[in-house]
């Protein structure tokens, strides 16, 4: 066994603490360089890069686990390398090849083995790629020079108290038009939100709950997750939309809601308007895993899902673990989820 840091790791939240090395690759005259590994965590560039003025930057967020066995893994990184390639097609970026991305993320973590959280301490260590335009650009156009980061930072629970539902209102801000960027993972959707969280955080709740911005009538997502409801049948119901983020957690769980646990499972339209009839409520993500949700708040309204204010209800429970277990290597994973880095 290697040399852990000295981290308190079941006690650490969901912040950023700098790592030892961090992987970086530049793009200039119509090619991404090989990438190096860097101890430097800060950036200089120009005051008119594009990503300064006109907010040119994306990202993904994935995470490593110590598995019980020992090993050090990565859950699925391969579509987040497919994502940054669709989110940079949609900005105007050079999109990095998955061979690159795959290779950053195992330099990364192997680079900072140290700080990847041991198993069965509730922490994990995430891991951030970006990309961002570096160039100087004054008329609006898309940069001609980019650069590539992934860095790495342990991380507990993106919600304090950690399994302990959630109170969200529904916003009346919009995160996302149509036929805008709500599908791709844009820093431009976070800039969006922040206000919206603030507010939110402001009026004592926890997150947001996002509408459809055309009819304001259809669940969206949150700021930084996807929902999952239960209905009374057992069913676990996600929407669909075209203006929310394709969550590789949600897509994975409602495979092993199908699959592992033999649950019926849909993905379609939610309606404001029903969600008072399901049974259980939770937020799927990289960062929120799966966060129950115990009460939503419409504008005064309360609707109070029966699984309550303080446990998981019984299916987001067995989803979680399910899909934890996968992630720790407690259950055997379906073909190609689990990257062993070392
Ligand atoms: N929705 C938004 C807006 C997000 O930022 C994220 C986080 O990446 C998700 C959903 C969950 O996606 P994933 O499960 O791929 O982390
Ligand atoms: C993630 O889950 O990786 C995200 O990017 C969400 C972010 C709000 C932390």
Known sequence: MMDKKNIDWSNIG???????????????????????LTEDANITMNECACVLQYAQTCFEGLKAYTTEKGD???????????????????????????????????????????YVPPYGSGATLYLRPYMFG??????????????????????GPYFKGGAKPITIRVCDFDRA???GTGHVKAGLNYAMSLHAIVDAHNQGYDENMYLDAATRTKVEETGGANFLFVTKDGKVVTPKSDTILPS???????????????????????????????????????????????????????ICFPSGMDEMGPVIKKLYDTLTGIQMGRIEAPEGWIYKIC
């Not at 570096?134 to 991380?155: H, M, W």
């Open 134 to 155: 570096s160039n100087s650009v004054i008329g609006v156009k898309p940069a001609d020079e980019y650069q590539f980061r992934l860095f790495c930072t342990p991380v």
């Open 177 to 179: 038009a149509p036929h």
């Open 14 to 36: 969901f912040g950023y603490m700098q790592t030892d090395k961090r992987y970086v690759a530049n793009y200039k005259d119509g090619t991404w360089s090989e990438g190096v």
């Open 72 to 114: 050090i893994v990565t859950f699925r990184p391969d579509l987040n390398a497919e994502r940054m390639i669709d989110t940079a097609k949609r900005l105007e970026m050079p999109p990095i090849s998955k061979e690159q991305f795959l290779d950053a993320v195992k330099q990364v973590v192997e680079a900072n083995a140290a």
């Open 248 to 302: 590789i957690t949600r897509r994975s769980l409602m495979y092993v809601a199908k699959e592992y646990l033999g649950l019926e499972v849909e993905e379609r339209e939610v309606l404001l308007s029903e969600v008072s009839e399901f049974t259980e409520c939770g937020l799927c993500g990289t960062a929120a895993v799966i966060s129950p949700v115990g009460k939503i708040v419409d504008h005064g309204k309360e």
